[in-house]
């Protein structure tokens, strides 16, 4: 028998096939919410974060007297990754792979508003104005993305095939990666910035990237360059950034992350110039749950047959390696 405890969001309906588990004679089920989440665990074997967002595990972890795997239903698992479960047997996977394409889509969704001058067609739309203006080709530009993941990798196949020159960086600098070639190491950004024409974000929160992109890395960015958030609104210093908008230092900004969401709104960022803002949704295309569902279900199977986990977080680093 295997004990399976799904934290689930407040007020959100269980999908039918994470409570048609429990009609398994092998598997025991308890669907909890945060609140009673400490009551759940004693003898609990799985733990699914479809709450991927909750911090609840962190203060009745205690409480896990059998617990061997946790699956986080998104990509991010930094709100997860507490001292105590760190220094734990049990194992983290998450959801690497189902957003890749829809994420690499929403990061060209951008950059093809601003080279195509997007914002400013729609203000002369609403105006009424005939306004032709010249845009800027897409194919011999230069793209650096920090984030060397899955996702950075799909980023930079589809702005590859557009004819965009497209490097890297990441935890650690290398050479010969077979999707970016040489990687930087982003400790060493501002360095690397000069001639690009997109950076884009996708990094993951941990202790070296947190606050990543501040006054010293928008300073050194062209002033025509073009700034991505899809990845951890804390790694970027979001003063810092409207700063280099207000002031012309960089020439915009799509963001779909910040660093407190939702965005109060009375913030600065709504009001700054060419930038793109959008509520953390660049993963979330249509039939996005099920095929997170897909995957969950695929590495339960997994587990119950014994068999590796083909990913795995590396907990030291707070991403998958």
């Known amino acids: 028998m295997t004990t399976l405890t799904i934290l689930n969001p407040p007020g959100s309906p269980v999908p039918d096939r994470l409570t048609e588990l429990g009609r398994r004679d092998d598997v025991d089920v308890r669907i909890v919410t945060a609140d009673r989440l400490g ?16 911090t609840a595990l962190t203060e009745v972890f205690d409480a896990a007297d059998e617990l061997r795997w946790i699956h986080v239903a998104a990509a991010g698992v930094d709100a997860l990754l507490f001292d105590e479960l760190i220094a734990s047997e049990v194992v983290v996977t998450n959801a690497r792979g189902v957003f890749d394409r829809p994420i690499a889509e929403f990061v060209l969704s951008f950059v093809l508003m601003h080279a195509k001058s997007a914002l400013g067609s729609l203000a002369d739309q609403r105006e009424h104005r005939w306004n032709r203006r010249s845009t800027r080709d897409l194919a011999g530009t230069r793209a650096l993305i920090v984030g060397t993941g899955s996702i950075g990798r799909e980023i930079a196949r589809v702005l590859r095939a557009l004819g965009v020159d497209v490097s890297g960086a990441g935890s650690r600098a290398r050479t010969g990666d077979a999707d970016f070639g040489d990687v930087i190491d982003s400790a060493d950004l501002a360095a690397h910035l000069t001639g690009v024409d997109w950076v884009i974000d996708v990094a993951p929160l941990t202790d070296r990237t947190a606050g990543l992109f501040d006054a010293e890395v928008f300073a050194a960015m062209e002033p025509h360059a073009f700034f991505v958030n899809v990845g951890r609104g804390a790694t970027v210093d979001t003063d810092a950034l409207v700063t280099a ?6 020439a915009g900004a799509g963001i779909d992350v910040v660093d407190v969401e939702p965005l109060p709104a009375d913030h600065r960022l709504w009001e700054a110039p060419s930038v793109i803002i959008t509520p953390h949704m660049s993963g979330d295309t249509e039939g996005w749950r099920e095929r997170l569902l897909d995957q969950f279900l695929d590495l339960f199977e997994t587990y119950r047959a014994g068999r590796p986990f083909a990913h795995t ?9």
């Open 39 to 54: 009551e759940a665990l004693p003898g609990t074997e799985v733990l699914l974060l479809w709450d991927y967002f909750s």
């Open 245 to 250: 908008l207000e002031t012309g230092a960089i």
């Open 313 to 321: 977080v590396d907990k030291e680093a707070g991403y998958v390696r």
